[in-house]
């Protein structure tokens, strides 16, 4: 039998010999390479779920932002001043922010009080990096977080009725709190791009998410819910106001349907 010895010392008449053959060693190197293929997927799977609640409580502090701005501005969602310059990230230029872009450069809009170098891990997912490239000004940078079109304008653009052209610069601005008919199942912000998930995200056609994510809701809850399986989203009429994802930012009648 070929194995491998390991010879204690003598005492007295006895001698402890301890042996393994090469079989049992390669059992044992097999069944510790299977535990570790078992391990790795689940703390890999345990590290995303906690950054994922990372993510959650982010939304979540960005939601009682929101509520002290609309408690400031008479239960007003927050929107762009039009002709106002707002500072941005990496940058000492200050930029205008037309009123859809809001969507995606809400952060823009509280630059002063929680500027974007000071606050860069409430503004992103963990794992997500947002550097200016050397020799260049980096003056457009989102957050990992969108936030919904519906509640920058008012819900006649999403009721599938035409209306005359005249009426659309009505219709573009913030709508208010207690406009919201179905708070609990409006969503109002929404993690878009989950830089902690390893692997290719799952998204349709239209780039709507095809997994859970985690969703502020306009009653301050958050809740990781699928996208692609909220309410159908409708056309508005609004010129530039038409929005790549048909759920959660076209949602029929606006904050007065519900997503999910």
């Given at each position: 039998m070929i194995g491998v010895g390991v010879h204690s010392s003598q005492y007295g008449k006895n001698t402890i010999r301890v042996a393994f053959t090469i079989i049992e060693i390669l059992v044992s190197v097999g069944i510790v390479a299977l535990l570790i293929g078992i391990l790795l997927p689940i703390l890999g799977n345990a590290r995303d779920q906690s950054r994922e609640l990372v993510s959650a409580v982010n939304l979540r502090s960005i939601g009682q932002i929101f509520e002290m701005y609309a408690d400031n501005s008479k239960g007003l969602y927050p929107a762009p001043v039009p002709g106002r310059f707002y500072p941005t990230p990496h940058s000492n230029i200050q930029m205008t922010i037309s009123h859809w872009e809001a969507s995606n450069l809400w952060h823009n809009l509280f630059a002063d009080a929680y500027p974007w170098e000071e606050?860069?891990?409430?503004?992103?997912?963990?794992?997500?990096?947002?550097?200016?490239?050397?020799?260049?000004?980096?003056?457009?940078?989102?957050?990992?977080?969108?936030?919904?079109?519906?509640?920058?304008?008012?819900?006649k653009i999403w009721s599938e009725t035409d209306f005359p052209s005249t009426e659309w610069p009505q219709l573009e601005r913030s709508v208010r709190q207690s406009m919201v008919r179905y708070p609990s199942g409006?969503?109002?912000?929404?993690?878009?791009?989950?830089?902690?998930?390893?692997?290719?995200?799952?998204?349709?056609?239209?780039?709507?998410?095809?997994?859970k994510t985690p969703i502020l809701f306009a009653d301050q809850h958050v809740e990781s819910r699928i996208p692609a399986e909220a309410n159908p989203g409708v056309?508005?009429?609004?010129?530039?106001?038409?929005?790549?994802?048909p759920y959660l930012h076209n949602t029929r009648n606006g904050v007065f349907g519900r997503d999910y």
């Amino acid at each position: 039998m070929i194995g491998v010895g390991v010879h204690s010392s003598q005492y007295g008449k006895n001698t402890i010999r301890v042996a393994f053959t090469i079989i049992e060693i390669l059992v044992s190197v097999g069944i510790v390479a299977l535990l570790i293929g078992i391990l790795l997927p689940i703390l890999g799977n345990a590290r995303d779920q906690s950054r994922e609640l990372v993510s959650a409580v982010n939304l979540r502090s960005i939601g009682q932002i929101f509520e002290m701005y609309a408690d400031n501005s008479k239960g007003l969602y927050p929107a762009p001043v039009p002709g106002r310059f707002y500072p941005t990230p990496h940058s000492n230029i200050q930029m205008t922010i037309s009123h859809w872009e809001a969507s995606n450069l809400w952060h823009n809009l509280f630059a002063d009080a929680y500027p974007w170098e000071e606050n860069e891990q409430m503004y992103l997912a963990p794992g997500a990096e947002r550097h200016a490239n050397e020799g260049t000004v980096l003056t457009t940078v989102f957050s990992s977080f969108q936030y919904s079109a519906s509640f920058l304008g008012q819900p006649k653009i999403w009721s599938e009725t035409d209306f005359p052209s005249t009426e659309w610069p009505q219709l573009e601005r913030s709508v208010r709190q207690s406009m919201v008919r179905y708070p609990s199942g409006k969503a109002l912000m929404w993690d878009v791009e989950m830089p902690y998930i390893r692997r290719p995200l799952e998204r349709d056609r239209f780039n709507n998410l095809l997994e859970k994510t985690p969703i502020l809701f306009a009653d301050q809850h958050v809740e990781s819910r699928i996208p692609a399986e909220a309410n159908p989203g409708v056309t508005n009429w609004a010129p530039y106001a038409a929005h790549s994802h048909p759920y959660l930012h076209n949602t029929r009648n606006g904050v007065f349907g519900r997503d999910y």
